[in-house]
């Protein structure tokens, strides 16, 4: 199906299943530990052997030596897998660095090596014991020292962007603002480890694994193993959370398929907690200057955002000025972005990349400048909304209501009482109150689907899609159920399986919009087929109450599906409406905190977000995604920072210990209110992405409390006791 017109009245609009705050349908598996996750898939027919992984201890060099010998003798050990042993591969097309072949070390913890075994302790033991020598060679690891040596992009993938003349309406605005931001490396940090068990049948290999994106993955292990991609079986029902940190194939499933083959058993591989932190990827730090001028009533005249990040040779930036080319109004525009090769583990997609520390930077600006001109910050930022592409004034937003977002949250919150900085006390805390814009592009991909219908009535959908812990399963079953009539008890879904049709797969906000229109185009498929076989007008017929009907003539869907049953399928695919029309998604943010006034501690009171992001398909689904997001925006507000050892290449706090995430005691009540909205142009389901939209803002907005709580103004993430203590006024 070619989505290339805005949709008009369709089955989903009926909203009797679709829409509706209907509980997972997968829960239970999940809640009785019946859902089996990648390292726990157990056949009691095979015998497993367990993978332990060595990584590198340099961070830039060569392998000269591996002596294995002593490992190869260890108790248990049924073989040792090096580097050296597999030789020079081809890398994945969605891979920077290298995951396993060849002497060369392109960061630490790059995996080197996998120690085989009968028991994962033994595997674990004897991986203590290979001893490798290097050639090791000068690194960078630094961004601030590598800043001025960072580079313009390709034209192609980033370009600078330049509207009016920035310089000169800078120059000459009565009320400037001109700063520099810092946000730190970040980590994932996902419950479950990236792990993978490998089988052999033959020249064929089945792997049960953790990954967001099926088909990336099965195509990138066929290109570094050199297996046809065909002979590869991938499996990934069930995701224990990923934030973009299992999009690409990792070492798990290449150390977990090559040490298979060497011992012809099914070998299990998970990554111990710092190899997650170091051999994966994360999101990387950047420094960001932006410059704001207004004219006195607050309208923006100019505003520039540049930014600066770093990653390995050959990879990408992070996008933080993405957000700044669209939220605002303002003639005269500018944004840059810069890369520096540094040679720490590989930088790339963590939940909301680009927008969500390009947002911890610009969301702070706007209350700077909002505070220049005398205008409370939530005016401001309706004072300088826009209903078109600033850049490209021709090319109107499909659906934008910021204003409505801001406004509903300020009324909600109770915004009125906020006051001066550091003017409100309650005993020993400061208490105060923050807002932020949310902002996040709508993305969409192709995405196929199968759906069939048995004898039995049942409407069995099958996709390759993945379920990160986001409701997958469950809008995917609404979908179906609403658009073949059946209650929803009445669909079975079969997700994360590389025999299925390709799918979207889960990331970039573009996973639910792009999957459930997959299925919606298959059901069509099926729909047109029943309607074919009973002889009905397939323009005509109504699907409801687990029959169709088409004038007086109604059929169960059971007898139409026949002893053989019927099967539909399809791949929506998309036109030039992203073209014509820009389609995001916006929110706003808002916070209070306290801070005591002796130590600097600070601590959320209450959160509230209200997001405009088109169809809701499932009200309980989408508000844990926001929520989910609002603690993650907590944590890189207040504790996350992955600590570079610029000496030596890595992340000192590779575990779960020292990187601190927020937890139960960080977050207090969290109000989540979507707006009631739909967009034609996102899609047939009117719908578009709010898992990452939640995130977008929420650390700016807990800054900007912490200031308004302390008069104290921090512009470097996170928001640690030391970068306030100094200001805080004395304790009387």
């Known amino acids: ?42 056949d009691p027919n095979m015998r497993y052997a367990y993978g332990y992984p060595v990584g590198a201890a340099i961070a830039k060099g060569r392998i000269t030596s591996m002596d294995v010998s002593a490992a190869k003798k260890a108790p248990g050990v049924l ?14 097309k969605f891979n920077t660095a290298k995951l396993f072949g060849g002497d060369e070390v392109q960061h630490y913890h790059q995996a080197i090596a996998v120690v085989v075994a009968e028991t994962f302790e033994q595997a674990r033991a004897a991986a203590s014991l290979v001893k490798v020598d290097y050639a090791e060679e000068k690194g960078v690891f630094d961004l601030g020292q590598a800043k001025d040596s960072a580079v313009k992009p390709d034209e192609s993938q980033q370009p600078d962007t330049a509207v009016g003349d920035f310089e ?80 690409f194939l990792r070492a798990d499933a290449v150390l977990a398929v090559v040490g298979a083959r060497a011992v012809k058993r099914p070998v ?62 303002g003639a005269n525009r500018m944004t840059a972005m810069r890369l520096a090769t540094l040679h720490l583990p590989e930088g790339n997609a963590m939940r909301a990349p680009g927008e969500a520390p390009g947002l911890m930077a610009l969301e702070i600006a706007i209350d700077e400048i909002a505070e220049k001109v005398g205008i409370d910050p939530v005016q401001f930022r309706i004072v300088n909304d826009t209903q078109v592409d600033p850049e490209k004034p021709q090319r109107p937003f499909s659906q934008r209501n910021l204003v409505g977002c801001l406004t509903l949250g300020a009324e909600r919150f109770g915004w009125g009482e906020r006051g001066r900085p550091g003017s409100r006390r309650e005993g020993n805390w400061l208490v105060g109150m923050g807002v932020a814009a949310a ?22 959908v099958e996709t390759d899609m993945t379920d990160i812990g986001t409701g997958s399963y469950t809008i995917i079953a609404q979908t179906a159920a609403e658009m073949m009539g059946v209650t929803i008890d009445k669909v079975a879904v079969q997700l994360g399986d590389s025999r299925f049709p390709v799918s979207a797969g889960s990331g970039g906000q573009f996973g639910a919009n792009s999957s459930t229109s997959g299925v919606y185009a298959a059901c069509v498929k099926l729909r047109e087929a029943i309607a074919k076989k009973l002889g009905f007008n397939s323009e005509d017929v109504i699907f409801e109450n687990g029959a169709v009907r088409s004038g007086n003539r109604s059929v169960p869907l059971a007898e139409a599906a026949g002893p053989d049953g019927l099967v539909g399928e399809d791949t929506i695919k998309w036109g030039e409406l992203t073209e014509t029309h820009q389609q995001s998604t916006f929110g706003a943010h ?119 709580a302390t008069g104290v103004r921090v512009r470097h993430y996170p928001l640690t006791l030391d970068k306030l203590i100094g200001g805080l006024p004395d304790v009387a």
Not at 2 to 28: M, S, Y
């Open 79 to 92: 073989a040792v897998v090096t580097t050296l042993d597999i030789g020079e591969r081809k890398k994945g």
């Open 168 to 247: 000169a309406a800078f120059r000459s605005a009565p009320v400037t603002v001109d700063a520099s931001y810092t946000t730190p490396d970040q980590s994932h940090a996902m419950m479950e480890p990236h792990a993978s068990i490998a089988a052999w049948n033959g020249d064929e290999v089945t792997v049960w694994t953790s990954s967001q994106m099926i088909d990336w993955w099965r195509s990138d292990l066929a290109t570094t193993l050199d297996i046809d991609k065909e002979k590869i079986h991938l499996m990934s029902p069930f995701i224990g959370g990923g934030f973009g940190g299992k999009l």
């Open 439 to 460: 902002f996040r592009n709508n993305l969409v991909l192709p995405s196929g689907a199968r759906v069939k219908l048995d004898r039995e009535g049942v409407v069995t």
């Open 590 to 708: 808002f916070v209070e905190v306290g801070v005591d006034i002796a130590t600097g501690e600070s601590r959320i009171r209450r959160m509230l977000a209200v997001c405009a992001a088109g169809r809701i398909l499932n009200p309980i689904t989408a508000r844990s995604q926001v929520i989910g997001a609002m603690t993650m925006g907590a944590g890189g507000a207040l504790s996350e920072e992955l600590a570079v050892d610029t000496r030596r290449g890595f992340f000192v706090n590779h575990d779960l210990a020292s990187y601190e995430v927020a937890v139960h005691a960080d977050i207090p009540h969290q109000e989540v209110i979507f707006m009631d909205e739909t967009d034609p142009m996102s899609s047939p389901m009117k719908a578009k992405g709010v898992g990452e939209l939640g995130l977008c803002g929420v650390a700016a907005a807990i800054a900007n409390a912490v200031y308004n």
């Open 268 to 329: 299990k591989v998970a990554l111990p907690r710092p190899f997650v932190m170091n051999n994966t990827t994360h999101r990387p730090a950047t420094i960001q200057r932006i410059r704001i001028g207004t004219e006195r009533d607050g309208k923006i005249t100019a505003i520039a955002h540049e930014s600066w990040s770093g990653d390995l040779p050959g990879g990408g930036l992070e996008t933080a000025v993405n957000q700044t080319r669209l939220l605002y109004a």
């Open 1 to 42: 199906m070619q989505f290339d017109t805005p949709a008009t009245t369709n089955p989903i609009d009926n909203l009797k299943v679709v829409g509706q705050p209907i509980h997972r349908i997968d829960g239970q598996l999940k809640t009785t530990g019946r859902a089996m996750y990648a390292y726990e898939w157990h």
